[in-house]
């Protein structure tokens, strides 16, 4: 190797953004061949801005800063029993703790069910472009929740001496074995509670975490001398986890991968069509070569948030959480 070349250690680049770029493209753009005849027409027509703009969250983080938070949640900062604990509502979740704390641990399952109930406004106002700019958004926070380092405290193995590990499992594997996994997972279907699906989806992602360090450890220990090696990029030389180890850690997750992509993909199809249920099946056909004036979607907008606070107060007097 030329030593002007210059190295960038994976480490430092790439730390907790979530699927890697490539993935969250796929995951949108899969989720679109779950939805039903009604919907599965304006999606196609915008599937190439549905893959696209669902690496936008990423994008912003640097800059924006209550952007980041949005993207996981570190389960441990809550002690045992955290699942229990924690309220599932954000307005509950405001009230036993300071919404700096909340924000500083990160806060994905609060932030599906608020994109959740922007897809639905969308829907709603029959906005086109809303429709798909929260559809996208949506789906990058439901796939980053299905990642198990986005549940954890120790999101970059930095904790346990596996700098790395986050790219490695989110990027790099997907990378290298996407080709093999089967991405079929039937059509999408209603969810009724959104709130408690986003928590189930964490919790599920959480229980993997012990086994995503352990098995890394291990095979590090035995393949200390095959763990790394250098790929270039363009000009650049980029170090990597090697690929027979690549190949002994996705063996050693037993499909874990495929699963959580399969299990993002399902997931973002069954959060589109249900928004789009229960924004009462407005007519996405009539959408897709036609976009309203900014005068007629201002004055839905206005009807909405009016029909909205009397919603609120009638939902007030019967205690119904929101
Ligand atoms: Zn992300």
Not at 88 to 103: H, I, N, S
């Amino acid at each position: 190797m030329r030593l002007t070349l210059k190295i960038i250690l994976f480490g430092s680049i790439l730390v907790s953004s979530g699927w890697g770029f490539f993935a969250h493209q796929r995951i949108n753009r899969l989720a679109v061949f779950t939805l039903p005849p009604e919907m599965i027409g304006f999606y196609k027509k915008n599937i190439q801005y549905i893959a696209e703009a669902s690496v936008n969250p990423d994008r912003r983080r640097t800059a924006v800063p209550e952007e980041a938070p949005r993207h996981y949640i570190d389960i441990e900062e809550y002690g045992d029993s955290a699942f229990t604990k924690l309220p599932k509502y954000w307005a509950r979740a405001v009230e036993k703790y300071p919404e700096d704390t909340l924000q500083a641990h990160g806060i994905v399952p609060w932030h599906i069910y608020r994109m959740y109930n922007q897809l639905k406004d969308a829907f709603l106002l029959r906005d086109p472009e809303k429709i798909l700019l929260y559809s996208a958004e949506l789906g990058h926070y439901v796939a980053d929740a299905n990642v198990p380092l986005h549940t954890t405290r120790n999101y970059n193995g930095q904790l346990t001496d596996q700098v790395g590990i986050h790219a490695f499992w989110e990027s790099r594997l997907p990378e290298l074995f996407f080709d093999q996994y089967d991405f079929y997972v039937g059509k999408a279907s209603y969810v009724r509670d959104v709130q408690l699906l986003a928590w189930q989806t964490v919790e599920r992602a959480h229980s993997m975490v012990d086994s995503v360090l352990r098995e890394e450890k291990l095979l590090a220990k035995a393949h200390e001398q095959t763990k790394f090696n250098y790929e270039t990029k363009g000009r650049q030389t980029v170090k990597v986890y090697s690929l027979p180890f690549s190949r002994l850690y996705h063996q050693k997750l037993n499909g874990m991968v495929e699963r959580q992509m399969r299990r993002s993909i399902k997931m973002i199809g069954d959060l589109w069509y249900s928004a789009w249920v229960d924004a009462g099946q407005p007519d996405l056909k009539l959408l897709i070569n036609y976009k309203p004036s900014d005068e007629e979607l201002k004055r839905r907008e206005e009807e909405l948030k009016l029909w909205k606070e009397k919603n609120l107060k009638a939902r007030d007097h019967e205690g119904i959480e929101n």
